[in-house]
């Protein structure tokens, strides 16, 4: 979609009534994404409570803005290294020394 296409999509989309947003965009905007389609809605002046509805009804998600991006990216890196740690763990034989068998019998 060239520039101006894209400008006379984005014009029509504002203008578009709430009611028939989610289906005018899936057909004048077919390769648009989520975060397009959340601009359109925010000129439109949708609030972000009223935006999650719309996403869901076209089949997309909101993408969480600034900090809770961050915040989100940082707690799956966290989640990876986390569980390839315990992966590591898992293949780390556990050596019990004889001593601490000993230790058992002679407080027994």
Do not use: C
Not at 11 to 36: C, H, Q, R, Y
């Amino acid at each position: 979609m060239n520039e101006i296409a894209k400008v006379e999509s984005v014009l029509k989309l504002i203008g578009t009534p709430n009611e028939m947003l989610v289906g005018s965009f899936k057909i004048m905007w077919p390769d648009g994404t989520a975060e397009d389609f959340q601009s359109i809605m925010s000129m439109k002046g949708l609030k972000k409570s009223e935006q999650t509805g719309y996403l869901e009804t076209l089949g997309m998600q909101r993408k969480p803005a600034g900090k809770i991006a961050e915040m989100e990216g940082k707690m799956s890196d966290m989640t990876e290294n986390w569980r390839k740690n315990m992966q590591n763990l898992a293949k780390v034989p556990f050596a019990f020394t004889a001593g601490m068998n000993s230790n058992a019998q002679h407080q027994g």
